[in-house]
């Protein structure tokens, strides 16, 4: 079956009319159910499966989101030596996860293995295949076997300043991703509430298909609690419970919590061999559910009830901040920052244009990256005893999170030419570490000495309901973040913000909830740059061992004299002053050196190959002698003739009996030809 429509023109949204079509279960039929989202050439295929039987011991929906960029949609064939695609991109990973982020609020006590595939089969360069995709998700699920809550829909909203994916229901907002120049928050919410209303339009479209269709759902399981295990945890967990709540320190809370365990409630009940009896009936799973509906419960009674938090902050209270810069010896740049019980080292390396990572993706033209951020979550931040693989979607995605957040600060190439790459290693983990990598990063470029204008940081906000109150909590920390309902990261400078990920465990915000985090967060972030400026303000003097990096400009034209012959002329420089050289097509040459005296004599060699002039005057070494006169060498590629007519020597009548090979000799330019060919002189320089 085939369905389409027309959404009118909307700016930063749509520069033209735009019709999305959907063609459901036409293919993959073997699917649970199959979509194929369209919009001009770009093709997207969403296929839904599930597990006929249901998964024992979890709470929780073990969803699945794949999201494939197959380089044939735009026309390519892959790069690399087998000329296909392997493992996931990281722009696949980041995709996937913003696509599990809306949908996995909306699928609630399912616990059938749910696998939902996405899959770009036709590019468009003015769509964004993730999106489509999204929709595409929705509807699918929509249309499935799957309970899910209700149908969503995302916009991506773009222009010069800002570029914002709004995820959201008719009702509320399920996901944020942003990425702006230092935007003010009133701009940002307009563009949330513009996204919201055309999502709106898309949302209403689906649920006529949904009708039409008439999917047949499966029911949903619900868990029930047994009533005596509830009423022993009650009996003889309360105490220990409410005193974990009111532990600040993460490993004594822990040495708490676990005392919280089924074999400790036999314990405590072993004299009375009915309930022992009754206790055995139940396994850890159970007590495990148990455990957490009350400490969820206590928790909200605490910071509703008694207006405190579990380390007795207030609401809008950061945890103390300490800093370090220049923490390394060897790095380029380095710095320690750390946020209560979470801490983050971060650090700098400059290279050089050459260390630019290209970036292969649905483009026509090859892309490369000069700013990278790479986070690293080892187990030991979290005192766990694990092995260290590759890097996770989570790390890909908190990486990718701070990079976003710093990028708008980060000097353009031609007024600082250096490849930056920064990695923030999470030495301490207690929630928000993807933000404290933020803040460590920015205090890190700093120390580097890359000229940013000021300083970034980045805060978490948190959120817990009960009936129709809500309370924000900002800078969470993991506990809170993993019994609150919502996770709200926000960076940005001073000035405005330059990236949000917002994810919710509820069915959705709103506006309200939205608005007000967005106010929080500025409060709290203006706080932790005061703190951040006081350690260090403006950029360190480069480090003595990053590159030096000189720029001169040439015309474009004399490039090819530069390089020379198959290169030779270029790496003859390179060689002799040991330096790394890039030559732009608009002339500039940009010159990497380990000291500034290798630089300079690139430099020098470079001008005097390209600033030829007649009547300037060089020292040269004769290469070749003829009777006629001797060829002498001024710079690299330049070999100009001396006539002994033009030596200034009197008669000669063979130059070979005056000059010999490897001799040096002050010449004068007389003439340049039309090929670039030039004749020299000597008189005159004797006077």
């Known amino acids: 079956m085939k369905y389409s429509f027309v959404l009118p023109t909307q700016k930063n949204i749509f520069s033209n009319e735009k019709t999305i079509e959907f063609e459901v279960n036409t293919i993959a039929k073997q699917a649970a159910s199959s979509v194929v989202v369209k919009s001009g050439t770009c093709w997207v295929l969403v296929a839904v499966t599930f597990s006929e039987n249901p998964r024992q011991d979890i709470d929780f929906t073990p969803l699945t989101v794949d999201y494939l960029e197959r380089m044939y949609a735009i026309g390519k064939i892959p790069g690399g030596f087998f000329k296909k695609e392997g493992k996931p991109t990281d722009q696949e990973i980041l995709k996937a996860r913003m696509i599990d982020r809306t949908i996995r609020p909306l699928i609630s006590n399912f616990f059938h293995d749910v696998n939902v595939y996405v899959q770009v089969f036709s590019a468009d360069v003015n769509e964004s295949p993730e999106i489509l995709g999204l929709i595409g998700v929705s509807l699918a699920l929509n249309i499935s076997p799957i309970p899910i809550l209700c149908p969503v829909s995302a916009t991506l909203y773009k222009n010069d300043s800002l570029e914002l994916v709004l995820a959201s229901t008719k009702d509320k907002i399920t996901m944020i991703e942003f990425k702006g120049k230092q935007v003010n928050e009133e701009t940002l919410f307009q563009?949330?509430?513009?996204?919201?209303?055309?999502?709106?339009?898309?949302?209403?479209?689906?649920?006529?298909?949904?009708?039409?269709?008439?999917?047949?759902?499966?029911?949903?399981s619900i868990i029930q609690l047994p009533e005596t295990l509830e009423k022993l945890y009650l009996e003889h967990f309360s105490e220990i419970t409410k005193q974990a709540l009111n532990e600040g320190d993460k490993k004594k809370r822990n040495e708490l919590l676990n005392q919280l365990s089924l074999d400790n409630l036999k314990q405590k009940v072993a004299e009375n061999q009915e309930l022992l009896n009754e206790l055995n009936q139940y396994n850890d799973f159970q007590f495990s559910l148990v455990?957490?509906?009350?400490?969820?419960?206590?928790?909200?009674?605490?910071?509703?009830?008694?207006?405190?938090?579990?380390?007795?902050?207030?609401?809008?209270?950061?945890?103390p901040i300490t800093i370090e810069t220049g923490v390394l010896p060897y790095p380029h740049g380095s710095a320690i920052f750390t946020r209560g019980q979470t801490q983050v080292l971060s650090v700098v390396t400059l290279g050089t244009k050459a260390d630019q990572q290209m970036v292969e993706g649905l483009t026509l033209e090859e892309?490369?990256?000069?700013?990278?951020?790479?986070?690293?979550?080892?187990?030991?931040?979290?005192?766990?005893?694990?092995?260290?693989?590759?890097?996770?979607?989570?790390?890909?995605?908190?990486?990718?999170?701070?990079e976003k957040a710093l990028e708008p600060l980060i000097p353009d190439e031609f007024s600082f030419p250096y490849t930056i790459r920064v990695v923030s290693e999470v030495l301490e983990s207690n929630g928000s570490t993807s933000m404290a990598s933020v803040c460590g990063s920015s205090l890190a470029l700093m120390d580097a000495g890359v000229p940013i204008e000021q300083h970034v940081a980045g805060i978490s906000i948190g959120l817990l309901t009960h009936n129709n109150e809500y309370i924000l909590l900002t800078d969470i920390q993991g506990f809170e973040d993993f019994f609150g309902e919502m996770d709200f990261k926000v960076a940005g400078t001073k000035n405005g913000i330059t990236a949000i990920q917002m994810d919710t465990k509820l069915d959705g915000l709103t506006f309200d909830i939205v608005y007000n985090t967005l106010i929080r967060a500025k409060e709290a972030r203006e706080k932790i740059i005061d703190i951040m400026n006081s350690k260090i303000s403006k950029p360190n003097q480069l480090s003595p061992r990053a590159p030096r990096v000189l720029v001169i400009q040439i015309e474009p034209s004399k490039i090819p004299e530069i390089i020379g012959p198959q290169g030779k002329i270029i790496k003859k420089i390179i060689e002799e002053t040991n330096t790394k050289i890039d030559i732009e097509e608009d002339g500039r040459v940009i010159i990497y050196s380990t000291n500034e005296q290798d630089g300079e004599k690139a430099k020098e060699l470079i001008e005097n190959i390209t600033n030829f002039q007649e009547g300037k005057i060089y020292l040269g070494k004769i290469v070749r002698v003829e009777p006629y006169g001797v060829f002498v060498k001024i710079a690299e590629g330049k070999i100009g003739l001396l006539h002994v007519s033009e030596a200034d020597m009197g008669y000669i009548r063979d130059a070979r009996e005056v000059f010999k090979i490897n001799d040096e000799i002050v010449v004068k330019i007389l003439k340049i030809d039309e090929m670039g060919r030039f004749t020299l002189t000597r008189k005159g320089l004797n006077q």
């Not at 649920?207 to 029911?219: A, G, H, M, T, Y």
């Not at 000069?370 to 260290?388: C, L, N, Q, T, W």
């Open 191 to 220: 563009a949330i509430k513009e996204s919201f209303e055309i999502n709106k339009k898309i949302i209403e479209f689906q649920e006529k298909i949904i009708e039409d269709i008439k999917p047949e759902k499966l029911s949903s």
């Open 291 to 319: 455990k957490k509906k009350y400490l969820k419960e206590f928790l909200k009674s605490q910071v509703f009830n008694e207006k405190r938090r579990i380390d007795n902050r207030s609401f809008n209270e950061i945890r």
């Open 367 to 402: 892309e490369f990256k000069r700013f990278m951020h790479h986070y690293y979550f080892p187990p030991f931040s979290v005192g766990e005893a694990k092995r260290i693989g590759p890097p996770s979607r989570r790390e890909i995605g908190h990486g990718n999170l701070a």
